[in-house]
């Protein structure tokens, strides 16, 4: 029989984050379409009697521990206030539309809402094929909700500071184009953990930018789309690899003939600009045999002036 070495010390854990270690705390109410936070239920809403499904797979829900006091969460073993699937399975894409659904809802049940800056890109492609890239960046919003109007239990319709703005969750058809808005504002929670998240964690990420949260189209779209675009423009001149606008296309000559065509506008600019050119000293010998079978070896020097020979050394 082998020997086994038993060695003291530590055993190291492995943390995961799955799942189910993260069970679904937001769920949607069957009668009437809203979405609900399992820590909002009375007592007598547990189990069954919430009333609640999965918005994804369509499956009835369980609140486990709903309206218990928290002194019961002290107990071992005794895990927190969440929603369970009748069957005992919850998939990842039923905690990924009950996320955004979650951000969606919270957003739209503010008085106040506080939404991100608009982003816009700015490409522009150089001389030498290098591709160059900018951001611009609006500024972020703040304001009351006036008006809200449910277009369905994923789209929303709200008026802020007079601004007419649709906010849908990702994936969905854009619906602007048949309504009158000034933006449209995209719920891009791609994360399914966060549908275990209290509602002040979501909101708190909403504020702060974090990518939940997108304008597809803003008013300032026009001006901010030029200002991108003039970035990666400038980024570009600056390292000599923009095609100047009355070279053309320069379409047929290859990335080295274009850069070397920029590179020869760039001088002629400069020296056009300068309106003169200072050149160094250049001397050079000449060795000539003349009919006479003498030999001349004038020195040549050229200066910005004008070309002469000088300082002749006669016969060798």
Known sequence: MGRVNVERGDVRTVATNTLQDQPMRWAEQKARGEVTYVGWLRA??????????CPACGEDLQAVNAGKDASHFLKANT???????????QRKDCSFLMAKLAALHLLMDRGEIDLPPPRRPGVHHGASGTTYTAEAVGRSWSGRI???????????????????VLVQLQARPNLSSGIAV??????????????????????QALRLDSGFSCWEKHWDDEELNSEAQQKAV????????????ELGSLDGLSHLQKSETV????????????????????????????HDGSQKRPHVHIDSQSLTLSGYSGRS
């Open 44 to 53: 007598d809403q547990n189990g069954n009697a919430c009333g609640c499904r």
């Open 79 to 89: 895990r927190g206030m969440f929603f369970r699937h009748s069957s005992g399975h």
């Open 146 to 164: 006036t008006d809200k109007v449910w277009l369905d239990n994923q789209s929303a319709r709200i008026t802020i500071d007079g601004r007419t």
């Open 182 to 203: 000034d933006g449209v504002i995209t719920i891009r929670v791609d994360d399914p953990i966060v549908a275990s998240w209290d509602p002040e964690q979501i909101l």
């Open 234 to 245: 400038t980024a570009a001149e600056e390292a000599m690899d923009r095609i100047p606008p």
């Open 263 to 290: 590179l020869h506008a760039k001088v002629k600019e400069i020296l056009s600009k300068a309106g003169r050119l200072r050149v160094p000293y250049c001397e050079q010998e000449v060795h000539r045999v003349m």
